[in-house]
């Protein structure tokens, strides 16, 4: 058995089919170039897509995931509830979520979130600094003072998500907006890493530091392994409790 970690990475995979532009950037889709910076030594990588049955997140496909890589953009409305719901139920139970660039807006980072993730965007090819502002956080092992991109869609603040957990990452760009691009939270016994960089017409995702950000987050996502939580009613009680026979 492998001791890897078993990740699985989830991508729409409609621009790359339908646009031409994207194809050229990743013509085996966003997900294999995502999984392709992975490298084998520390993960077992496999893929699932939007149009795969059950969207390719099968109760067992998700069952034997320990973390989860989420890229959606223009279909987010086409996920199935009941699949955001197994999802979110994995998640609590321990499953690590990444999610990806326009992935704020799918229905399990908004379930997950309880706010609207709603930006401020501009498509004008500018110069993205990612800023590193927890030096000292795992995600950011190996990376410098910042991460300069040359061409990347702007996002912009007022970013409506929920004070992170922990803010490791903050993009300047070009055009003079700021945004929260590297942020992480915990839901149940579940770790949750936004990301923010990854328009699908730049090759972002072939970026070195890009990548090892993306597997440091794995990484650091990855379950506890531990039993989960009970709750309910608790009999019998652990101590005798005084004046109760």
Same mark, same amino acid.
């Given at each position: 058995? &492998?001791?890897?970690?078993?990740v699985t990475i989830w991508n729409e995979y409609r621009h790359e089919k339908q646009h031409d532009e994207v194809a050229s950037v990743y013509p085996e889709g966003i997900h294999k170039a995502i999984g392709a910076g992975l490298g084998t030594d520390r993960f077992d990588v496999s893929y ?21 890589? @989420? ?14 719901? /197994?999802?979110? #139920?994995?998640?609590?139970? +321990?499953?690590?979520? $990444? ?7 799918? %229905? $399990? ?6 706010? &609207?993730?709603?930006? %401020? @965007?501009?498509?004008? #090819?500018?110069?993205?600094?990612? @800023?590193?502002? %927890? *030096?000292?956080? *795992? ?16 996002? +912009? ?18 055009? +003079? ?42 990484? @650091?996502?990855?379950?506890?392994? /531990? ?8 009999? *019998? &009680?652990?101590? *005798? ?5």
């Amino acid at each position: 058995m &492998s001791g890897n970690i078993k990740v699985t990475i989830w991508n729409e995979y409609r621009h790359e089919k339908q646009h031409d532009e994207v194809a050229s950037v990743y013509p085996e889709g966003i997900h294999k170039a995502i999984g392709a910076g992975l490298g084998t030594d520390r993960f077992d990588v496999s893929y699932a897509v939007l149009d795969d049955p059950e969207h390719g997140l099968t109760e067992e496909v998700l069952n034997r995931t320990d973390v989860l890589v @989420w890229w959606g953009h223009m279909a987010h409305g086409e996920v199935q509830d009941e699949i955001v719901e /197994r999802v979110h #139920n994995r998640v609590l139970r +321990g499953m690590g979520l $990444i999610v990806l660039h326009s992935g704020h807006f799918s %229905k $399990i980072f908004k379930k997950l979130m309880g706010t &609207s993730c709603d930006l %401020k @965007w501009r498509e004008a #090819n500018e110069k993205e600094r990612i @800023w590193v502002v %927890k *030096p000292g956080h *795992p995600i950011v092992d190996g990376i410098g003072e910042y991460i300069e991109l040359p061409a990347e869609e702007m996002y +912009g603040e007022h970013f409506d998500i929920p004070e992170p957990d922990e803010l490791v990452m903050v993009s300047w760009f070009e055009g +003079g907006e700021v945004f929260r691009s590297g942020c992480c939270y915990s839901r149940g016994m579940g770790k949750i890493f936004y990301f923010r960089p990854g328009h699908e017409t730049f090759p972002t995702y072939y970026n070195p530091q890009i990548r090892k950000v993306i597997s440091n987050a794995i990484e @650091w996502a990855a379950p506890v392994k /531990r039993d989960y939580p009970r709750y309910g009613h608790a009999v *019998p &009680s652990i101590e *005798p409790i005084k004046g109760k026979s």
